[in-house]
């Protein structure tokens, strides 16, 4: 009997050694040897960990940086890799995640051609993300994502989005009484405040009352939760990741797993009630669509296009609370930054806020009146981009402009050095210049849609309204109360944790406007 075991583990034991070979050796060779001959180079493969090591200690080296208040090129702090590959190798660059070949594009036309084709899909998430956003809009393809994007494309609206001014507004009225109650407490009416917590509880706030009607209370623990999952993700993004290795019940693994659900568990303790209120209608809001999709029938029977599961429901859930507060958060955190930072552009939004709303709060209305305050915040997109990469895979081999990709590479979109290509944003691409904007987004550069902040094509972020939106509120009526600038203790440091944020937090010394 022990012949016939020794000879079976024998030939497992060849399959293995053959695939691992296959896998982790030929196949990057011939990937690396074809898209040199077709001119396209990079940092060497290492075997197994790739470009893994190189971009690990690239970052660490690059965390001591330190950069000054307006030099608002900090690639070199937050995309080391890229930035220096992309001046030793030129471009397009190869290079390797893992033993995943993966290609940085830099031009903005096979960027376009990559988000507004059909022939590019999402890429396979890391453990760590799909457990911090769920199969959710950001992460499903083909026509899974069309069926997701049906039900929730109603929520976000125009008309809903008015409504939801009176709730954006509410919550940012409480923000400003706490400031105020702060400033009250010092002779000298200035307080020192750390925005960028501030900011990032407001926006939870804002869309668990909007998209889910719970408060920030009720959906704390989810916030809560998921940056647990952004740090745990920002901790193993680049370690060795080998087909199942997911599902071994590693220290990582097992914590990604309990986080997981947590997660699932507080997120139903928000659904729960709305289930129960089902005699009377699950609501307008987006939570109660989704439920709707799932339950509801017409004429006794479900339609399939618009239906969704409760798991599909609850990766929605995580979807929209990560992206509706998460970016937002950083989108007025930078805005309040450029704005500490150019007192000339601080009081011309003042001037239009006063202009437009006087000193009530603002409504949708009004909101929309706000050129500057437009410009500013595109402005700020283009500069401090809270998303710094797409992923994207092609869904067979193909030609993109002078090379072909094989199916399995993954591409690389670098938003913000694309947003300081000269040749498309002028000479002072590195520079604050809100009035590049003051024609709208489609003429503020040499190529249309070059503004990729929101992406562009059918798969544009359909939370960009609601996003413009509350930032519009919130730094409307904030203008309206206070005059700001930096507080000497704020230290520069852009860094990538998933999403572009202030290292040492945004300190700033608000000094209450005199009425």
Known sequence: MAAPALLVAAALLALAAAWLWDYAVARPRAVASMFQAQGVRGPPYRYLRGSNGDIRRMRAEADGVAVDARDHDYLRRVLPHFAAWKDKYGAPLLYW??????????????????????????????????????????????????????????????????MMTTTMVTCAERLIRACEELASTNKSGEVEVEFSRHFQELTAEVISRTAFGSSYKEAKEVFHTQQQLMALAMATLLNLQLPGFKYLPTKNNRLNWMLEKKMRTKLMAIIQPRLASKGTGYGDDLLGLMLE?????????????????????????????????????????WTMFLLSLYPEWQERLREEVLRECGRENPTADMLGKLKEMTMVLLETLRLYTPVLTMQREPISDIRLESFSIPKGTEIIIPIPILHRDKKVWGENANEFDPLRFENGITNAAKTPQALLSFSIGPRSCIGQNFAMLEAKSVMAMLLQKFSFTLSPKYVHAPTNLITLQPKFGLPIVLRPLNV
């Open 293 to 333: 999709a799932c339950f509801m029938t017409e004429q006794g029977e479900k339609q399939d296009e618009l239906a969704l599961t409760m798991d599909e429901i609850i990766d929605e859930c995580k979807t929209f609370f990560f992206a509706g507060h998460e970016t937002t958060s950083h989108l007025l955190t």
């Open 97 to 162: 995640l893992g033993p995943k070949p993966g290609i940085c594009l830099f031009d903005y036309e096979s960027v376009r051609q990559v988000l507004k084709s059909g022939h590019f899909g999402k890429t396979d998430p890391h453990p760590a993300i799909l457990a911090l956003l769920g199969k959710g809009l950001a992460v499903v393809d083909g026509t899974d994502w069309v069926r997701h994007r049906r039900v929730t494309n109603p929520a976000f609206a125009m008309d809903k989005l008015k």
